[in-house]
């Protein structure tokens, strides 16, 4: 996979594409999430951080499911290393990706990987400017999950802009059948450890998010606000990958142990 960060350099600037080309492009995206098939990078231009969310926005308007919540990506050294990118972004997740534990058809996705991810869920709207204290006083619970990326550019070919105009990698959030009381983890603790086909390929701790999921959820409260939104009651935020990306194979099993939260298991056809 390709990833420039040159381009996340750019992510203060300004839009360079009008309303129309971002919905042209946000169409595009979206046939490709639906067909399962890559884009040739050549597709979309170079893209600022703000055109790639003007493009999140139009293809998220060609949804037929309502978002549950939001995802957070590149939070963690390992991901930035790997990718080339040294700030946060986010996606959203839609109601018909969220997945329930066991095995996954992945037959419409194109090239999936995975990430252990500390998701929180609000009991109560938070403000811009909340702090990490605020969010565990809003946060009703929490979820261990298994977030499957993927990336609707062919290859993995990616810019800063591209991949916040892809959802920010989004496709499909795995979660067990145990849900964690805010005020009982340490969220800054908890530990995993992956296993994929029986053999230990990473480990992680909540810390390697921006210090702590909580500054994941404060950070994306902010993020936004800048264009208008704001992080409801309801809202399931999965804060960023623990460790590197995790391969996908077809047959492959991965298990994710977390510490004090149980396990999450997926398999792919």
């Given amino acids: 996979m390709v990833f420039s960060r040159f381009v996340l350099q750019m992510a203060s600037m300004a839009r360079t594409i009008d309303d129309a080309t971002a919905d042209r492009l946000g169409a595009r995206l979206a046939d490709a999430y639906r067909d399962g098939t890559a884009l040739d990078p050549s597709t979309l231009p170079d893209l600022t951080v703000a055109d790639g969310y003007a493009i999140q926005r139009a293809a998220a308007d060609r949804r037929t499911t309502d978002t549950v919540g939001y995802k957070v990506g590149f939070t963690s050294p390992a991901i930035q290393n790997e990718l080339g990118v040294d700030a946060p972004a986010y996606g959203r997740v839609f109601a018909d990706t969220v997945r329930s534990e066991g095995p996954l058809d992945a037959a419409d996705l194109i090239d999936p990987k995975l990430e252990p991810e ?3 869920r609000l009991g109560d709207p938070l403000d811009p400017s909340a702090t990490p204290a605020d969010v565990l006083a809003a946060a009703d619970a929490v979820v ?25 990698l989004a496709a ?29 390929v990473a480990t992680g701790v909540g810390a390697d998010v921006l210090g702590s999921p909580a500054r994941v959820v404060a950070w994306l409260a902010d993020a936004l606000a800048e264009r208008g939104e704001r992080l409801t009651a ?18 492959d099993t991965v298990e994710v142990r977390f510490a004090s939260l149980g396990s999450v298991t997926v398999a792919r056809d």
Avoid at 175 to 197: Q, Y
Avoid at 240 to 245: F, H, K, P
């Fill in 118 to 120: 500390l998701a929180i």
């Fill in 144 to 168: 261990p999950v298994i977030e499957v990326v993927d990336s609707r550019v062919g290859g993995w070919t990616l810019t800063a802009g591209s991949a916040v105009a892809d959802n920010a």
């Fill in 172 to 200: 499909r959030v795995v979660h067990g059948g145990r849900i964690g009381d805010s005020a009982d983890v340490d969220l800054s603790l908890e530990g995993v450890v992956v296993r994929r086909n029986g053999e230990r």
């Fill in 234 to 251: 309801g809202d399931l935020i999965s804060t960023g990958s623990l460790t590197e990306l995790i391969d996908f194979d077809p047959g």
